[in-house]
């Protein structure tokens, strides 16, 4: 529910960067993705400091009790800081797919899942680690999503890229 803003921001900028890319003005692709990026963390931004600052608020709704809430007062800070990943790491990889290059997009998804089940796999059945660590997975996935799609868009080979 609370990526909501961070997929709607992302499915504009794939819009928004074929749109300009079509009218032939590439060079104003990276500050329109960097607007974009920074909106759509302002939304997130706005989401993680209500949810760390009340998360047995937000916790309460499942009506589990007190135990569940302390509990998951640790996960819901970790996901919460990966749902500020996500409002960078998603409008990147969105960049990407409207630059029109599928296979690069393709590649850094692979890549992505790759190294996101190797670490939960690794966290939570070899080093049987808590499920705190788990979510860390979000941080994993987002950030290696984010830092191949950003190295992509700022090598500017998608310039070259014919559709």
Do not use: H
């Given at each position: 529910?609370?990526?909501?803003?961070?997929?709607?921001?992302?499915?504009?900028?794939?819009?928004m960067?074929?749109?300009?890319?079509?009218?032939?003005?590439?060079?104003?692709?990276?500050?329109?993705?960097?607007?974009?990026?920074?909106?759509?963390?302002?939304?997130s931004?706005?989401?993680?400091?209500?949810?760390?600052?009340?998360?047995?608020?937000?916790?309460?709704?499942?009506?589990?009790g007190?135990?569940?809430?302390q509990?998951?007062?640790?996960?819901?800070?970790?996901?919460?800081?990966?749902?500020?990943?996500?409002?960078?790491?998603?409008?990147?990889?969105?960049?990407?797919?409207?630059?029109?290059?599928?296979k690069?997009?393709?590649?850094?998804?692979?890549?992505?899942?790759?190294?996101?089940?190797?670490?939960v796999?690794?966290?939570?059945?070899?080093?049987?680690?808590?499920i705190?660590?788990?979510?860390?997975?979000?941080?994993?996935?987002?950030?290696?999503?984010?830092?191949?799609?950003?190295?992509?868009?700022?090598?500017?080979?998608?310039?070259?890229?014919?559709?």
């Open positions: 529910m609370f990526g909501v803003f961070s997929w709607a921001f992302a499915s504009t900028t794939n819009s960067v074929s749109n300009i890319i079509g009218q032939g003005r590439q060079d104003e692709v990276l500050p329109l993705v960097r607007r974009i990026v920074s909106i759509s963390f302002s939304f931004l706005f989401i993680f400091i209500l949810l760390v600052w009340k998360p047995e608020w937000f916790l309460s709704f499942y009506q589990q007190d135990d569940f809430v509990d998951a007062i640790p996960v819901v800070y970790v996901v919460s800081i990966a749902l500020l990943m996500m409002s960078f790491g998603t409008i990147w990889l969105n960049a990407v797919t409207g630059t029109g290059n599928t690069v997009n393709l590649v850094i998804e692979l890549i992505t899942i790759v190294i996101y089940c190797t670490y796999y690794l966290v939570l059945e070899y080093w049987n680690l808590p705190t660590w788990g979510w860390g997975s979000e941080w994993v996935y987002w950030l290696s999503m984010f830092s191949m799609a950003f190295v992509y868009m700022k090598s500017g080979k998608w310039k070259n890229k014919v559709i």
